[in-house]
């Protein structure tokens, strides 16, 4: 199943591709980083950086898209999101940017048309609150952070 969302080039992406699924059964599609040519952006141990992806979406409304991780760079270089998953709102229409943090040993460089993220739409149903007075009982109950043990 496929859902149509609109997307649009910002003139500093011109020439880089659009996401795109590298499997057939890929959840994810891969974004790319829109800096200039011969313009990295270096990231050293512990440093962030919002990199641009050149794109902006009209998601429809009832969505949201995520931005997540590739696993590919956490395991080679400790490239991590610092908001993963990412939300980006059916009512946004600023440029994707990914706020990428370096976990690693070694400073890392994005360069133009580098994957830097995968992007997932997702069903955002907005919550109906209904206010009461008591909950009702569950078997964990108030349990949290481990109260279901480690193993």
């Known amino acids: 199943m496929s859902i149509p969302v609109q997307i649009k080039q910002l003139p500093h992406a011109k020439g880089l591709s ?16 829109a800096v200039p040519h011969g313009n990295p952006i270096k ?3 512990g440093d962030r950086a919002a ?13 949201e898209i995520q931005v997540r991780p590739r696993s590919g760079l956490a395991r080679e270089f400790g490239i991590q999101l610092v908001n993963a998953p990412g939300t980006i ?3 946004y229409r600023g440029e994707i940017q990914v706020v990428l943090i370096n976990m690693g040993h070694e400073p890392f460089l994005i360069e133009r048309g580098d994957r830097i993220a995968q992007i997932v739409l997702a069903a955002a149903p907005q919550i109906a609150w209904d206010e009461v007075d008591e909950l009702p009982a569950s078997a964990r109950g108030a349990g949290g952070f481990g109260s279901t043990g480690t193993s």
């Open 18 to 33: 659009l996401p795109a699924y590298k499997t057939g059964g890929a959840a994810g599609a891969d974004i790319v980083a």
């Open 51 to 63: 990199v641009p992806t050149g794109l902006t979406v009209a998601i429809p409304e009832g969505y």
């Open 89 to 91: 709102d059916s009512d």
């Open 43 to 45: 990231l050293y141990t």
